[in-house]
């Protein structure tokens, strides 16, 4: 929202300076008249304020020791009527309907339209992840689970201000942080799910919590179950931890993957200690249904499991399908789980290295933080407040990705229908990675290798997934229109190219 009315004004919101050095612009207008009363500008650099701009123009330069958006939402809480008045506008000003202005503006007024489209491969090419550095320069990579988008402004405008003022150094701890709150808060909002701020720790990431559970909560050759095809640190982490895999394979139902649960009750005996759950499920995008989930508990309760699950893409569910937590269905079910999440996929900040546990009794808390803390590993400050940021202010931003990863997901579907003849897949209910079964058409020597050979396209290798990722292919469409449409043309042609 970027006009609030809040009588005798109104406040407009305007993102008229962009880039690294401007920001947004708060107008402050007389609702009869129309006259400009205040303005603040709340550039990244130059910030200031105006007093009645359309008469005589007083500027306030705002000194460097204060956050100009940070400051003008302080200042205008706990003061509107005040700079109102100095405005020679006085108004009498209620202090809820003041509060209750600010907060509907307040979204709009720290997030300014996101450039989803506008992406320049050039610039792609000099980020240092992963992503765009492992392959040549004629690949367009598609594989690891990174957006191509650039992250929110106010995960942007916090790390400029912390660059600016020099905030790089070793962070208190341990010190209590916000992130717990802010989490359980969110939790409540978006999923119905209540939780004490007390069972929140953070961690440095969800593949650490992984490996951490099995540590502590499991001896070598015990059994871990995990729903195959799965994200490879999964099994990674059983096998390097020299745990035992029980593996019990999703399967394919009408309209996509579903859990195996009269699967899932063979496989597990006398060793079995822990289920490792992924759902939102990746690389298959399935947001499992309650009674999947409610099935998983059961069988937990009646085996006396521990359920470590991993929801990380929790936030990344299409409309029609909703994301719920495993430790919501009940409390019994609920102090057997520990929950690990981030705001790394959702808002595309993996490389800060931030994560939470959310653990569903004190016993598990207890017992997963025995593990020594510089084991476990450390935290940076900017992960930390770039979390708080996006789960507090960014969800503006990540309601436009979600829209646009929808059109993205369609604009998929329809090309492999139409172009990739012989290649299935469903549409992903959550996340934004594509799963492509391409065992029909037998690509050689797998259909990772082909499409990177003969396309120059980098999609991710099924093998890595578990064995029943043979034959397939994970593509991540976290990108523009032209990224993708040049992408999913080169596998077309190569695919034609092989047929002639």
């Not at 100095?86 to 709009?108: F, N, Q």
């Not at 912390?162 to 916000?178: A, F, K, M, N, W």
């Not at 229109?481 to 992408?487: D, H, N, S, T, V």
Request: aromatic fraction near 8%.
């Amino acid at each position: 929202m970027n006009e609030v009315v809040l009588d005798p004004i109104r406040l407009v919101v305007d993102h008229r300076a962009s880039g690294a050095q401007g920001g947004p612009t708060l107008r402050i207008i007389g609702k009869q008249d129309g006259r400009e009363l205040l303005r603040f500008d709340c550039f990244a650099q130059g910030a200031h304020w105006h007093l009645d701009p359309s008469g005589r123009d007083e500027i306030t330069q705002l000194p460097p020791s204060v956050e100009s958006l940070e400051w003008t939402l302080a200042e205008l809480r706990a003061d509107l009527a005040g700079y109102l008045a100095k405005a020679g506008s006085p108004a009498a000003l209620d202090e809820v309907a003041v509060e209750s202005a600010l907060g509907r503006l307040e979204p709009g007024f720290r997030n300014p339209p996101a450039r989803l489209d506008d992406l320049d491969v050039s610039l792609l090419r000099q980020r240092s992840g992963e992503k765009w550095s492992i392959y040549p320069e004629d690949v367009l990579p598609l594989w690891v689970a990174d957006m191509d988008f650039p992250v929110a402004e106010p995960i942007q405008r916090l790390i400029r201000r912390s660059l600016e003022i020099g905030d790089l150094g070793y962070p208190v701890h341990p010190r209590p942080t916000r992130i717990p709150p802010v989490f359980a808060e969110r939790a409540e909002e978006r999923f119905g799910w209540s939780i004490e701020t007390g069972c929140v720790e953070l961690i440095t990431d969800v593949v650490q919590g992984l490996y951490v559970a099995l540590h502590q909560f499991t001896e070598e050759g015990e059994g871990v179950v995990i729903q195959t095809p799965i994200y490879p640190p999964f099994l990674t982490a059983v096998r390097e931890m020299r745990r035992t895999l029980v593996e019990n394979p999703l399967v394919v139902a009408e309209g996509g993957y579903t859990v195996d649960l009269e699967g899932l009750r063979r496989v597990i005996d006398e060793r079995t200690r822990i289920i490792l759950l992924c759902n939102p499920h990746n690389p298959t995008g399935r947001a499992f249904r309650r009674e999947e989930i409610e099935g998983i508990a059961e069988l937990a309760l009646a085996r006396d499991l521990l359920v470590v699950s991993d929801e990380i893409h929790g936030d990344l569910v299409f409309p029609g399908c909703r994301h719920i937590p495993f430790a919501s269905l009940s409390p019994e079910i609920e102090a057997r789980t520990i929950t690990l999440t981030s705001a790394s996929k959702a808002f595309n900040i993996a490389g800060l290295r931030c994560a939470v546990a959310i653990f569903g009794s004190a016993e598990l808390r207890k017992r997963f933080m025995e593990c020594p803390g510089h084991l476990r590993g450390g935290l940076g400050s900017l992960g930390i407040a770039a979390t708080e940021v996006a789960w507090r202010h960014s969800q503006p931003w990540l309601d436009e990705v979600l829209a646009y990863l929808e059109a993205n997901r369609e604009l998929l579907a329809e090309f492999i229908a139409s172009h990739l003849p012989g290649v299935r897949h469903f549409r992903p209910e959550a996340t934004y990675l594509a799963w492509l079964d391409c065992r029909e058409i037998g690509l050689e020597p797998s259909p990772y290798e082909f499409f990177l050979s003969r396309a120059k396209v980098a999609l991710s290798d099924g093998a890595a997934f578990g064995s029943p990722g043979r034959g397939f292919v994970r593509l991540n469409f976290a990108t523009s229109r032209q990224i993708l449409r040049e992408a999913l043309g080169r596998m077309a042609e190569a695919l034609r190219e092989r047929r002639s």
